[in-house]
C-alpha cells in the first residue's frame, strides 16, 4: 500500500487590505496560517520574506524600509503555536499634508513545510492626520489605556511622545472634548509606555506599563499615583525581594482592585525574560506583596503552567478569580485560554473554561449580574467555524452556554481580535475588536458593537462605531458612557451607543490661487456632508467624508471670485 502525505499547511495574508494612521507609529499586517492547528510543531518552521511590492508611500519618508526581512509565526509573541503573525511596519509621522498613501506588499520564499495561498498580496494605506491648513492634532502614537473620570476627563496611557503638539510622553488627560490637560501629570511622568490604568475610590491611580522610573523615582513597570498624576512613594513595589513585574503594555494588561484594597497584577510566566514572576500577584496597599496569596496555574488535568502570558482578569462575588489568557504546559498537552483560581490562589478545578473552539487567546473578561462569564480574543479566520466571532458566555462552572452567531453582514467575521468587554446593568454586551472584517464593510478593520438580549429571540447585535484601525481598548464610566481608543483617537459614545459628533473645524487657510483650504474632524462612523454658501440661503455641498475615514480636507476653489464664504456641516442619514 502507497501512502502519500499531503502537505497543505497554508500560508498567507489574512485579509487582503490594512489600515494605520500616520501618526500611529507602526502598521499592522497579519499572516494566517491554515488549518490554525495550535499543535502544529511544524509551524515553527515556516519563515518567508516580506517584499515592497508598490504603493505611493516612499521608504524613509512614509515609513522605515524593510525590504527582504524574514518572519515567522514564532514572533506574534504568544509561542510558535499561535496561527497568526503580526508583522508590523514602522510608519514616519511628517507635518506635510499628502493624503493617504498605500505599501503594497508581497509574501515571497516561504521556507518550510507550506506553500503560500492565494492572499500573498497586501496593501496597507496610510491614513494622513496633516491637512492643508497645517500638521495633524491629537495623539502622536497609540493608545492602550484608558481610564475615564467622574468631572469628565479621561486619562489615557500608551505610546506617544506627544498631544496636540506639546510634550506628554506616555501618560496624560484629556479634557471633556478630548484635548490635552496641560497640568496633568504634575512630575516628569514615568519614562517608558502605560499599558493599564485603574482609579481607586479615592481617585489615586495605579499603573502598569514599560518603564523603570517615575517622577525621578525607581518604579519598575508598576506605580501608583496621586490625582494629579504625582507619584505616591508610599506605594513601593520595588522593595528588596519582590519580584519585578515584567513590562507588558501593548496587549491589555491584567490589573484589578479588589474591594479591600488589594492588587491583582498578571502579566505572565517567561522562563527566559522574567523567571522569578509568578505569573499573577496580589500586593498590600503599600505595595508589600500579599504572602497568604499563591497562584496556581494549572492545567485541566494538573499540570504546573510553564509559559503564560495573562491578558485579562475578573472577579466573581465570591472572590474568586477568572484568569485569561494563553497558558502552555510540559509536553504535547494542549494550551489553555482560561482558568479559575479560588481566593487565595489556589486552582479550582471544578472550572472547565475551555473555549479552544472559539477563542485561541482570552484578552477579555466580564462577569454579569447572573455570575455568568464573557470571554472575548483572538478568533479564527478557521474553517471548522468561519462565523466564529471570538465571544462566548459560560456557565458559573465554565461550561460554555451561548455562542452568539451573528447576521454576517453586520458582524466582525473572518478573524480578528475581541480587545474589551463591558456590561450594562441589563446584561447587555459591549464589545470593541480590531482586525476583524466586517461583512457589507471590507475595509472596516475593527470598531464597537453592543449585543442586546443575548440568547433570546429578541438578541439584536448593533454596531455603534466603526474603525479604518481597529479599536485598542475599551472603558465605561460610572453614567454609562463609553470610550473607545482608536490608534491614537479617542470616541465617545452615550449610553445608547450614539458618538458624541465633536466635529472639529481647523482655521480656513486662503492658498495663493484664492481657494481656501479646510479641514474638518468627526467621528468615524457618522457621515456628513460640508455645505458652502455665499448669502446664507443657497448651499451647495462641497466634500463629504468616505465613511469610515473621519476626516475630511477639502479645497473650495469656488471662493476665489467671492469676498465671503460661509460653512456648514449636516449629518448624512
Do not use: C
Not at 499547511?9 to 507609529?25: D, H, L, Q, W
Not at 497609540?142 to 506617544?160: K, N, T
Not at 490637560?181 to 481617585?203: L, N, Y
Not at 479566520?381 to 465554565?398: A, I, K, Y
Request: glycine share 12%.
Amino acid at each position: 500500500m502507497l501512502t502519500i502525505l499531503v502537505d497543505d499547511r497554508i500560508v498567507e495574508f489574512s485579509r487582503t487590505n490594512f489600515v494605520a494612521y500616520e501618526n500611529s507609529g507602526t502598521g499592522r499586517l497579519y499572516i494566517a496560517r491554515y488549518p490554525p492547528d495550535s499543535n502544529d510543531m511544524d509551524a515553527q518552521g515556516l519563515l518567508w520574506e516580506m517584499m515592497v511590492e508598490g504603493g505611493t508611500a516612499v521608504p524613509n519618508k512614509d515609513f522605515k524600509p524593510f525590504e527582504g526581512m524574514q518572519v515567522g509565526f514564532t514572533p506574534a509573541g504568544y509561542g510558535s503555536f499561535f496561527p497568526v503573525a503580526v508583522f508590523e511596519i514602522p510608519l514616519l509621522d511628517n507635518p506635510t499634508y499628502e493624503g493617504s498613501r498605500t505599501i503594497v506588499v508581497r509574501l515571497k520564499n516561504l521556507q518550510g513545510k507550506g506553500y503560500l495561498g492565494t492572499n500573498q498580496i497586501a496593501t496597507l494605506t496610510i491614513l494622513d492626520n496633516d491637512t492643508p491648513a497645517g500638521p495633524g492634532k491629537g495623539v502622536d502614537g497609540q493608545i492602550f489605556a484608558l481610564l475615564p473620570r467622574p468631572d469628565g476627563e479621561i486619562v489615557i496611557g500608551g505610546v506617544f511622545i506627544r498631544i496636540d503638539g506639546i510634550e506628554r510622553s506616555y501618560l496624560a488627560r484629556l479634557q471633556t472634548d478630548t484635548t490635552l490637560d496641560p497640568i496633568f501629570p504634575r512630575g516628569t511622568g514615568p519614562t517608558g509606555p502605560v499599558g493599564s490604568i485603574v482609579a481607586q475610590p479615592d481617585g489615586r491611580l495605579i499603573i502598569l506599563g514599560a518603564f523603570n522610573s517615575v517622577d525621578g523615582v525607581p518604579r519598575t513597570n508598576l506605580a501608583r499615583l496621586y490625582p494629579d498624576g504625582s507619584l505616591d512613594a508610599s506605594f513601593d513595589p520595588n522593595r528588596p525581594g519582590t519580584p519585578v513585574v515584567p513590562a507588558f503594555y501593548s496587549s491589555p494588561a491584567a490589573v484589578m482592585l479588589q474591594a479591600d484594597g488589594k492588587l491583582l497584577v498578571g502579566a505572565g510566566i517567561d522562563p527566559t525574560y522574567s523567571p522569578a514572576f509568578p505569573g499573577l500577584l496580589r500586593f498590600e496597599p503599600d505595595g508589600s506583596i500579599d504572602d497568604t496569596f499563591h497562584a496556581r496555574l494549572f492545567s485541566r488535568n494538573g499540570l504546573q503552567t510553564t509559559r503564560a502570558f495573562i491578558n485579562a482578569l475578573a472577579l466573581q462575588s465570591d472572590q474568586k478569580i477568572i484568569v485569561g489568557g494563553y497558558f502552555e504546559f510540559p509536553g504535547a498537552t494542549p494550551f489553555e485560554q482560561l482558568m479559575r483560581l479560588n481566593p487565595d490562589g489556589t486552582k479550582d478545578f471544578s472550572f472547565v473554561g475551555d473555549v479552544a473552539t472559539e477563542i485561541f487567546i482570552v484578552n477579555a473578561l466580564a462577569v454579569d449580574t447572573e455570575e455568568r462569564i464573557w470571554a472575548g480574543g483572538y478568533y479564527g479566520p478557521s474553517p471548522n467555524r468561519p462565523e466564529s466571532t471570538g465571544l462566548v458566555r459560560l456557565d458559573g462552572q465554565g461550561g460554555i452556554s451561548l455562542i452568539p452567531e451573528l447576521p454576517t453582514q453586520n458582524a466582525p467575521v473572518g478573524g480578528g481580535e475581541i480587545t474589551g468587554i463591558r456590561m450594562t446593568p441589563e446584561n447587555d454586551v459591549w464589545a470593541s475588536w480590531r482586525n476583524g472584517l466586517i461583512g457589507r464593510f471590507p475595509d472596516v478593520n475593527g470598531g464597537v458593537a453592543l449585543l442586546k438580549n443575548a440568547g433570546t429571540s429578541e438578541q439584536q447585535f448593533l454596531i455603534a462605531t466603526y474603525s479604518p484601525t481597529g479599536v485598542t481598548t475599551l472603558a465605561r464610566d460610572g453614567s454609562g458612557r463609553l470610550f473607545a481608543a482608536e490608534g491614537s483617537l479617542v470616541r465617545r459614545l452615550l449610553q445608547d451607543g450614539t458618538l458624541v459628533q465633536d466635529l472639529k473645524f481647523d482655521p480656513p487657510i486662503k492658498m495663493s490661487n484664492g481657494a481656501i483650504a479646510l479641514s474638518l474632524r468627526g467621528q468615524s462612523a457618522r457621515g456628513f456632508i460640508l455645505e458652502a454658501s455665499a448669502d446664507l440661503q443657497h448651499w451647495e455641498g462641497i466634500s463629504t467624508n468616505a465613511s469610515p475615514v473621519p476626516a475630511i480636507s477639502p479645497l473650495d476653489a469656488s471662493a476665489t471670485n467671492v469676498d465671503h464664504k460661509f460653512y456648514r456641516t449636516r449629518a448624512l442619514q
